[in-house]
Each structure stands twice: as structure tokens, then as C-alpha cells.
């Protein structure tokens, strides 16, 4: 069971990155002059018709989580660039003061590729324009996996534009005992 859910809390984690990795990408890149294309032309493959290949690409990823602590992490990094091996991902780290700190960044223009937010965030951080549209990317598997408050927090205004790299339940307990003493079914 313990293995099950590390597997599936891996495989979210995963998910978040490959959707964020869509969901915040470079956005001073400009787009195509009027009247060209913002199709790129085919590129020339090997003479025995493989494509060729173009260099990594590194992608920025900002975290409240120092990786480098938590092995499961650095092992999530480690495979999803084995299974893309023209993706690099670099972890920035801010330890505190998160949400400030990506605000000061976005009005500065410095625009993450991937950032980690808090479900109350999404909304503020799509109006802006800073995220971009999921629908298109999410699989209906994933979609349909959701639990509806966590697919209602991932949308806004009918759109999807985050994934959720987890879902993480307050814990209560309850000490029934006390209960039973004061007469509480």
C-alpha cells in the first residue's frame, strides 16, 4: 500500500512537472513577425531519415523544496530527464517568503518556466496571463482523476491552468474515547 501511494504521489509529481513545464514557459520569447509563420521550417534529419538532434533544453524550476534533502525528489529529476533526454531541470530553491518573492520576480519579468504555487494562488497568477492553458495538454485519464475540489482549485473560469503535483489532507484526530466519555455517539 506504502509503495502504491509513493507511486502515485510520483507519478502526480511527474505529471505537475511535464503541464507546468507547458504552463509557465518563457513568455519574452516573441512571437512571429505578421505574415510568417509561427510553424518552424522542417529541419533536416540524418541521411537515414532519423531527425536530428537539437540541444538540451534546461528549464527552470522554482521550488519552496531544497531537493538536494529529499531523495525521492532528486530521483523524480533524475528520471524524468532519462525519459527526456532533451530536458534539463534546474531547481532554484527559495526557502522563505515564496509567494513574495515569485511576485517580485513576475513584475520583474523574470517568468519561471515551472513554479510550484498554492492552489489559492492559481487564480491570481492565470487573470494575470501568467499561466497558460492546460485543457489541451491534460489527458481525460488525468482530468477524470481528480478529486472535484482539487480539478475546481486547478481551474478557473471554466480553464485548466495548473496540474496538481499532489494532494496533501490536513490531519485530524479524533479521540473517540473522549467522545464516548461525554456522551457523544
Given amino acids: 500500500m506504502r509503495k502504491s501511494i509513493f507511486k502515485i504521489l510520483s507519478i502526480a509529481l511527474i505529471l505537475g512537472l511535464i503541464f507546468g513545464l507547458a504552463a ?9 513577425e505578421p505574415g510568417q509563420s509561427s510553424t518552424p521550417a522542417p529541419s533536416q534529419g540524418s541521411s537515414n531519415g532519423t531527425p536530428k538532434q537539437t540541444q538540451p533544453v534546461t528549464l527552470t524550476v522554482y521550488t519552496w523544496w531544497d531537493i538536494t534533502k529529499y531523495e525521492h525528489l532528486q530521483t523524480m529529476k533524475s528520471e524524468f530527464e532519462a525519459q527526456n533526454q532533451d530536458i534539463k531541470l534546474e531547481f532554484v530553491t527559495v ?4 509567494a513574495d518573492t515569485m511576485i517580485t520576480k513576475l513584475a520583474g519579468g523574470e517568468i519561471p518556466d515551472v513554479m510550484m504555487l498554492a492552489m489559492d494562488q492559481i487564480p491570481r ?3 494575470s496571463g501568467l499561466l497558460m492553458p492546460l485543457d489541451d495538454l491534460a489527458s481525460q485519464e488525468y482530468k477524470d482523476a481528480l478529486y472535484p475540489v482539487v480539478k475546481n482549485a486547478l481551474t478557473v473560469n471554466g480553464v485548466m491552468y495548473a496540474a496538481a503535483r499532489d494532494v496533501t489532507p490536513k490531519v485530524m484526530y479524533l479521540n473517540t474515547k473522549m467522545f464516548r466519555d461525554a456522551g457523544i455517539p
Fill in 24 to 32: 509557465c514557459g518563457n513568455q519574452s520569447t516573441p512571437g512571429p
Fill in 95 to 98: 526557502p522563505s517568503k515564496y
Fill in 125 to 127: 497568477y492565470a487573470l
